[in-house]
């Protein structure tokens, strides 16, 4: 299984309580499930469904894809700040 | 500056002037009339190469030249009438005073000139100056305004007429040579050009809030020559706006921002048209407004008014260029440009209102809405000056405090956007408030019942033994009660923290629950209630803002 690196931005950062870590993830990961494998970590993360963006190496992530240790997925919520 | 109409020189032959003031046997070259001649021009040249000025200025070289003027034909004196110094008036005050009717031409000598004099209001501010000398710098001042507006917003038929010069190689353009001059910087940046600065000046961008986002956007744009701003915002300026909304000033608390900024945006560049929008943007004025303009910046601080936004401009085909921040980090995107996503493809569903923070609860550093506000200017001009767009289909994520800058490609439009897609259900605004569950402020409902409550005043009347204050940890360290404990909000609700030492042996001792504004005071009363069933906890209503305006005016606000 691949260590791959996860940035957390904005309310995601809340929740973990960090900017980013490395997480082992399963080898196949998809929209739903990444979510579900990120929030045995962070269970909190799981409010945050359908509200996110996910980017896996700088492009939004959509169906499944094979990660590998290099790998970089970001999670995106929406700021509406000003 | 001639006051009437001086053709009458005309009968005068070469060299007529006046004297000059300070020594009459001297004529002032200020004024004097001379037939053009390639002769005089030569032996003029000669003379200054040879012998010099004696006053090291036209007027010794020319007096030199025509030596026998002072004494010569007394027609070739003009009179002094034609050649005022408003500032010797002070030497003869009486004859100022006596031939002030008369006088054809008024010479503004010396080193300070009337252009360094401030004018207001057709008022001169100035000190020791006489009142014919006040009279005539403000009728220059008033010359100067029509000169001005003439010069800078040439009429149709002076453009028709400077495009059709011959003999010289200009491509026409809607351009002034002034505004040439003042926007050559970026003007000469590759994919603006003249056809980009023209684009901007012929466009009209909407900026909807006047906050930390719309104060550096709006600034960039006035700066860079976009012909119209339209300014959206109904609140007024806080001191507490200050530290990062740049157009407002200490001096401007209270006062309305769409003011404030228009003040200063005209100061940065008065040829701009700046159009005042004092309201809350809602449902039912929406449309109206935005369809006067070409490209919106959404600058707001909250979800429900960005949905508004997004719909408005699909629904009247306008590009959003909307940006957002919060803490240290924030996001820049380009809506609805060119067939790409619109806000709601990307964010289908609102947020959850009891988790989405504003800058009031969450906080924000200025320099980050400098980088986002920023990012918004450089991208509206890239759009209206060469209809490209850096962030469409982007997201361009900054957080200047860990020093990540990325862009993430997002998805393209949903085919089942209900706004942008196919079949769109939405298709005029709808119940914003409704939709997002929360409107631009926060309507909160009380967790509490009242025997769960204390306010301010029973507190301090109170000996209380345990005080949990659940506000951040950064935010207890700016000020905070005597003897209370910091337990943050988020390590209390997920259980982080023990809390055991904070819980009385005695259920019958009450724990007093404590934040910012008596919100978060109260869930977290719900919460510890749920754990600890057979002890007394209650909030504090109205928080620290309320024990501020309650107990203890010389309590920190922030
Ligand atoms: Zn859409």
Known sequence: MPVVTVLYFARCREITGKVQEKVLLPETVSLDNILTELAKVHPALETLR????????????????????????????????? | MPLSNIDDLFQYEELSACRDAGWPDCFNTGLFVLTPSLETYKALIRRACDDGSFDGGDQGLLNAHFSTWS????????????????????????????????????????????????????????QNL??????????????????????????????????????????????????????????????VGLPGQEGLKKSKVLIVGLGALGCPSSHYLAAAGVGTLGLVDDDVVDASNLHRQILHSEKEIGVHKVDSAISRLHAVN??????????????????????????VLDCTDNATTRYLINDCCVLLNKVLVSGAALRFEGQVSTYNYKGGP??????????????????FEAGV???????????????????????????????????????IMKAIKLRPRRKDCVVCGDNPTVTSPIDYVKFCGSGKNKQYSNASTESERITCRQLRDSSYKHLIDVRPSVEFGICALENSVCVPFMDLVSDKVDLSPHIPEDPA??????????????????????????????????????????????????
């Open chain 2, 71 to 126: 004494h010569g034909d007394i027609r070739k004196h003009i009179p002094f009438s034609y050649n005022v110094n408003p500032n010797a008036s002070y030497t003869y005050l009486p004859a100022y005073k006596h031939f002030a009717d008369q006088v054809k031409m008024v010479h503004f000598l010396g080193a300070v000139k009337p252009w360094h004099y401030q004018y207001a209001n057709g008022r001169v501010q100035g």
């Open chain 2, 509 to 558: 001792e009450p724990v007093y629950l404590l934040c910012r504004a008596g919100i978060n005071s109260q869930v977290a009363v719900q919460h510890l209630k749920a754990k600890y069933p057979e002890h007394c906890f209650k909030d504090i209503v109205g928080g620290l803002m309320g024990w501020t305006s309650d107990i203890d005016p010389n309590f920190p606000m922030y």
């Open chain 2, 270 to 295: 008065q040829h701009v048209s700046l159009i005042p929008h004092k309201v809350d943007l809602n449902a039912s004025n929406a449309l109206s407004i935005i369809q006067q303009y070409d490209l």
């Open chain 2, 342 to 359: 619109c806000y709601r493809c990307i964010n289908p569903s609102p947020p959850d209102p009891e988790t989405t923070l504003n800058c």
């Open chain 2, 130 to 191: 006489t009142e014919h000398t006040l009279k005539f710098l403000e009728q220059w001042h008033k010359v100067a305004d029509i000169v001005k507006q003439t010069y800078y917003q040439p009429t149709a038929e002076m453009k028709a007429g400077s495009a059709k010069k011959e003999g010289t190689n200009v491509v026409p353009t809607t351009l002034t040579n002034p505004e040439i001059l003042r926007y050559g910087r970026q003007m000469i940046v590759d994919g």
């Open chain 2, 365 to 403: 550093l200025g320099p980050v809405t400098g980088v986002v506000g920023s990012l918004q200017a450089a991208e509206a001009i890239k759009i209206l000056a060469s209809d490209e767009s850096a962030y469409a289909g982007k997201l361009m994520l900054v957080c200047p405090w860990d020093g």
């Open chain 1, 50 to 82: 359908g509200k996110l963006t996910v980017a896996h190496n700088q492009a939004y992530l959509e169906g499944s894809v094979q990660l590998q240790s290099t790998d970089e997925i970001a999670l995106i919520p929406p700021v509406s700040g000003g």
